[in-house]
Nanobody, 126 residues
Framework: QSQFVESGGGLVQPGGSLRLSCAASGFTLTNLAVGWFRQAPGKEREGVSCISTTGGSTNYVDSVKGRFTISRDNAKNTVYLQVNSLKPEDTATYYC???????????????????WGQGTQVSVSS
């Protein structure tokens, strides 16, 4: 089954950091823009960041600008999200997906075939 496999989540204290990974399984992401999304309990899914096919363009939602950094390694078929200065409101399950409309300040819209994975849980609490 072709899908993204997310990992790297965990429980951290406020101000802590994590590096989330999103590995493409069963397909290559070379020609795909990729976005990170998150969903907290009882809330709608929110786009967090996206990266273009080459990595030359990255975009972030305002609430994470300056704290999160998205990157990709096409040779490893993997996209990363470095999350720093974590806040309790960052607590959510984080997912990645293939997207379009990544750019001009937009964080991407999932494609019809987005290769959703199972997500990785990030919990920020003291």
């Amino acid at each position: 089954q072709s899908q993204f496999v997310e990992s790297g989540g965990g429980l951290v204290q406020p101000g802590g950091s994590l590096r989330l990974s999103c590995a493409a399984s069963g397909f290559t992401l070379t020609n795909l823009a990729v976005g990170w999304f998150r969903q907290a309990p009882g809330k709608e899914r929110e786009g967090v960041s996206c990266i273009s096919t080459t990595g030359g363009s990255t975009n972030y939602v305002d609430s994470v600008k300056g704290r999160f950094t998205i990157s990709r390694d096409n040779a490893k078929n993997t996209v990363y999200l470095q999350v720093n200065s974590l806040k309790p409101e960052d607590t959510a399950t984080y997912y990645c997906a293939a997207v379009w409309n990544c750019g001009f300040g937009l964080v991407g819209t999932p494609l019809l075939k987005a290769y959703w994975g199972q997500g990785t849980q990030v919990s920020v609490s003291s």
